[in-house]
């Protein structure tokens, strides 16, 4: 008994230093920017989508933990102009893909941190997209107060179906491919 509370003792000091060493630091989203890239066998198509909120936490300058929430209602597309893209746009929004009238945002919680060295770091943390959440582990470079990253995300794990080879056959060249990339520029 004696050594199971020597144990919690020592558990909730490591804790409460983690916490006084720790800093946190919001995301400056106005300047902040989440690229997307879908891709298909015949092209692909990219555009933008809003960083809703999000801060990353450091203990001794190391990178320990953050979360984001991405406003799914913001997604636009760049690579089209026009009927097409305001169509990509429509289409992106509606039950085929994110659904953004029921599911407003998309959110990552950051759930371990490994250092690969003194700027770049293995993360891996929660993904919630249209109410489904999945790990996902990326690599992170983390300097002069921006934090970059490019993610990939397979669509699949999120009951993103639409035009998939995984899930309906014969579509010839029509098909997309499962996973998209997200390409993360953070200010802080």
Same mark, same amino acid.
């Given at each position: ?8 003792? !020592? ?7 983690? $916490? ?5 630091? #919001? %995301?400056?989203? =106005?300047? *902040? ?12 198509? #990219? ?13 001794? =300058? ?10 799914? #209602? =913001? ?10 893209? &305001? ?10 893909? !994110?659904?953004? $009238? ?40 983390? *300097? ?15 009951? %993103?179906?639409?035009?998939?080879? *995984?899930?309906? &056959?014969?579509?010839?060249?029509? !098909?997309?491919? &499962? #996973? !998209? ?8």
């Amino acid at each position: 008994m004696k050594n199971i509370f020597k144990t919690l003792v !020592f558990a909730l000091v490591a804790l409460v230093t983690l $916490n006084i060493n720790a800093q946190t630091k #919001e %995301i400056k989203t =106005s300047k *902040s920017s989440l690229q997307w890239v879908g891709h298909k066998v015949t092209g692909k198509h #990219e555009g933008n989508i809003d960083l809703k909120s999000g801060n990353l936490i450091f203990d001794n =300058s190391k990178l320990v933990g953050g979360k984001f929430r991405i406003n799914m #209602e =913001s997604i636009t597309c760049t690579d089209m102009q026009g009927e097409y893209g &305001d169509k990509l746009v429509a289409h992106l929004k509606d039950g085929d893909f !994110f659904a953004t $009238n029921t599911f407003k945002n998309a959110d990552f919680v950051i759930t371990e941190v490994k250092v690969i060295d003194a700027k770049n770091y293995q993360v891996t943390g929660d993904l919630t997209i249209k109410g489904i959440t999945k790990p996902n582990t990326f690599k992170m470079t983390v *300097s002069n107060n921006s934090a970059m990253a490019n993610i990939k995300v397979d669509r699949t794990k999120y009951g %993103i179906k639409y035009k998939s080879k *995984s899930f309906f &056959d014969n579509l010839g060249d029509k !098909f997309i491919y &499962d #996973e !998209f990339d997200v390409n993360v520029n953070l200010k802080f």
